[in-house]
């Protein structure tokens, strides 16, 4: 049985940043593509990042390009978003997935790609 967990998540001032981490186990991590989404309340879950399963290839949502890098340490079964230049904007549970399936940039940003889900960590970025 495939799990995520994160972590990292906090309240920051705008302009900070912080580094999500994601775990998985259960799997060979290195099989799976991975992405992050985020989900405001009363909105939408929305794409914020994926990364192939050998880290060669990434996909940003255009909101958050040039602020947030998406990266893999297939060693430590984790991934990892780290977020700079935050915005008020960006306050959101966060979340990570796994597809274990072959890479595509034209599903990646679809939550319905994804296979499993993590339990999400709180990101609050003040004004």
């Known amino acids: 049985q495939v799990q995520l967990v994160e972590s990292g998540g906090g309240l920051v001032q705008a302009g900070g940043s912080l580094r999500l981490s994601c775990v998985l186990s259960?799997?060979?991590?290195?099989?799976?593509?991975m992405g992050w989404f985020r989900q405001a309340p009363g909105k939408e879950r929305e794409f914020v990042a994926a990364?192939?399963?050998?880290?060669?290839?990434?996909y940003y949502a255009d909101s958050v390009k040039d602020r947030f890098t998406i990266s893999r340490d297939n060693a430590k079964n984790t991934v990892f978003l780290q977020m700079s230049s935050l915005k008020p904007e960006d306050t959101a549970g966060y979340y990570c997935?796994?597809?274990?399936?072959?890479?595509?940039?034209?599903?990646?940003?679809?939550?319905?790609?994804?296979?499993?889900w993590g339990q999400g960590t709180q990101v609050t970025v003040s004004s």
């Open positions: 990364i192939s399963w050998s880290g060669g290839s990434t």
């Open positions: 997935a796994a597809a274990g399936r072959s890479y595509s940039s034209d599903y990646a940003g679809q939550a319905s790609w994804y296979d499993v």
């Open positions: 259960g799997r060979i991590f290195s099989r799976y593509n």
